[in-house]
DNA sequence: TTGTAGGCGTTATCAC
DNA sequence: GTGATAACGCCTACAA
């Protein structure tokens, strides 16, 4: 026996299709009576309406289209983790789809979802806006999360990187550090790039004199690994590095501990994100909501397909300070390293 | 203006919605002429086939439900990861769902993908079987991951914890390890009672001899610093902690380092699941190969779906030993220092 | 090769 | 309060 629809509802309980639809869905007129039935036959016939044919007839899903790029572990999971708990406290549903570097593919797996979700919660930040945008199906919702393309058609949110930066570099000088190296993130990547920014201008602002160097960088490990050992092996040291990422950050410290130098003694290292490797390892970084700007994104996309919040500005998160062991004045003290607030 | 339906590039093209469906499909037969002219139209028009539409006509969504329980980070990543890898190549979407403890909510986020998804890939760890099978949508395909369910009704899939927690006791016996103790997780969990039972069941394999003692757990670090305390501060001493997870894994070393204990040298510690952390960490521990659990799930549930397979048996993944400083014997590894942050 | 028409399962608009 | 019935957008026999 296949599924029981709505008609075979109808038929065991000896009423119309119509007076089913208003039984189970509450809303409108029905005498308790025929609604008794109704939902006893229901129950009987383990009914379960089709969403499907429900979508088409409503013209809404009561689904979310998720766009992720390829991102690594921690970041992917808590964002998911945020725009699930959003999803679920509104009753919503996640479709998810990665987005990938081809912008054929990025805009086939958009248009995939036209019918099939009420709104796009998109993330690109390796997209040019302008790609972006024209393979955005024209009449979708969307809220763009960490986009170039962000604020102008559509509302988006994204992390304060250039605060974030400057905060960074606000601590480390300080910690009376004087020479700081940026080792910067994939210029391809807007994160990467505003934290860059947001380190030089700090580095103007703060400190008109220092010497302001940037390394080029990809986010990697390994990619710190080799930064730290060229920092050494070259001209002029520096006594602090602030990578764009932890695990840039992460490559430099174990770099610097292999080639015996003291951290932070001699040279400070930072790192950006907070993943929770971080604290193992008690390096100091800024941290970057991720669950909270996921949920958020959520949020919004909600009033806006309802209409309740038609804005398209861009709202920025602003990521924390966590000191820990790898910058602080003095004696190490990673003695404890648990003691950090919980997220 | 709304967007195009099939029924506007019709008469936009001067055909039959028939033939453009045709057309847009490749399948049937259609002139070359009319095939360029209905792609022509649908190009202008700017038309996407609507899913739900598509979905209800042909009874078939190229969706797959994923309900997955609570989890931490790098575990629903990675697990994610691997069904996305899979569902991509073979043109499929996810559908997420978060599985409440409370079956009721369970079971009502399954009946809610009915019409939505073609199959459902189900992860509930904690769920006794029958509660399962009975929140079970009848027909839907369905494959079970972790789930103490499976291998009945529906195929499943599975880490091979008897063997896994089997090779660990092994090399801790090779190691010169007597007294072994297991910190088990929450006996509601399937995967901690397999784990427990594959270390009793090999210690009275393989030292029947030896004394063999389980301390209850709950996968937390705070569970597992505490336990290792608690192993300190009483009678007979242990020189080796074998927990059911790396959490608590990390948390008994945090507590012996603490307190002056030489790891390994006086008790080593093993963990399981080679989480991102353990290798910063130099913990030995059992990697568990979650994403490809992930990935293979999905492709068989794509064949129990178009009945290419129809076997329901569980499918076991077996972990792989990563051995590392926390039991490598003689000099401890703690020359690295950056793997051991807390030196 | 192409067009007509019926059906997929629901909801919503009418009459009654 | 209840019951026909027309959408919703697409696919697919069946005819032509």
Chains 1, 2 share one sequence.
Not at 125 to 144: F, H, K, N, S, Y
Not at 152 to 171: E, K, L, Q, T, Y
Not at 290 to 309: F, H, K, P, S, V
Request: hydrophobic residues 50%; aromatic residues 2%.
């Amino acid at each position: 026996m296949t599924q029981a629809t709505i008609r075979d509802v109808a038929r065991h309980a000896a009423v119309s299709v119509a007076s089913v639809s208003r039984a189970l869905n509450g809303a409108a007129s029905v005498s308790p009576a025929t609604r008794d039935r109704v939902q006893a036959s229901a129950r009987a016939l383990g009914y379960v309406p089709n969403a499907a044919a429900r979508s088409l007839s409503l013209a809404r899903s009561n689904t979310i289209g998720v766009v992720l790029p390829e991102l690594h572990g921690e970041f992917f999971s808590e964002i998911v983790r945020g725009m699930d708990r959003a999803a679920g406290s509104l009753g919503l549903q996640l479709l998810l789809s990665n987005m990938h570097a081809d912008v054929e593919l990025a805009a086939h797996a958009l248009r995939a979802m036209r019918g099939r979700v009420d709104g796009l919660l998109i993330m690109a930040p390796e997209l040019a806006a302008a790609t972006l945008i024209d393979a955005l199906p024209g009449q979708q919702p969307a809220v763009l999360i960490n986009c170039a393309a962000a604020g102008r058609s559509h509302p988006g949110f994204g992390i304060d990187n250039r605060a974030g930066a400057a905060a960074m570099v606000r601590h480390l000088l300080a910690q009376g550090r004087q020479r700081i190296v940026h080792l910067a993130g994939p210029g391809s990547n807007l994160d990467a790039r505003e934290r860059q920014e947001g380190f030089t201008a700090a580095m103007a602002e703060l400190a008109p004199g220092a010497p302001v160097e940037v390394l080029a960088g990809d986010f990697h490990e390994e990619t710190g690994m080799a930064a730290a050992q060229a920092l050494l092996s070259r001209g002029p040291a520096c006594d602090a590095i602030f990578a764009a990422n932890d695990q840039m950050a992460i490559g430099a410290m174990r770099a610097l501990q292999d080639a015996g130098v003291d951290v932070p003694g001699r040279i400070a290292v930072a790192g950006f994100d907070d993943v929770p490797v971080a604290r193992y390892l008690a390096l100091s970084t800024m941290r970057v909501p991720i669950a909270e700007m996921g949920a958020r994104a959520l949020a919004r996309l909600a009033r806006l397909i309802d209409g309740t919040d038609t804005t398209t500005d861009v709202e920025l998160l602003v990521p924390e300070l966590v000191v820990r062991g790898t910058t602080a004045t003095g004696a190490i003290s990673n003695k404890n390293p648990q003691e950090e607030p919980t997220s």
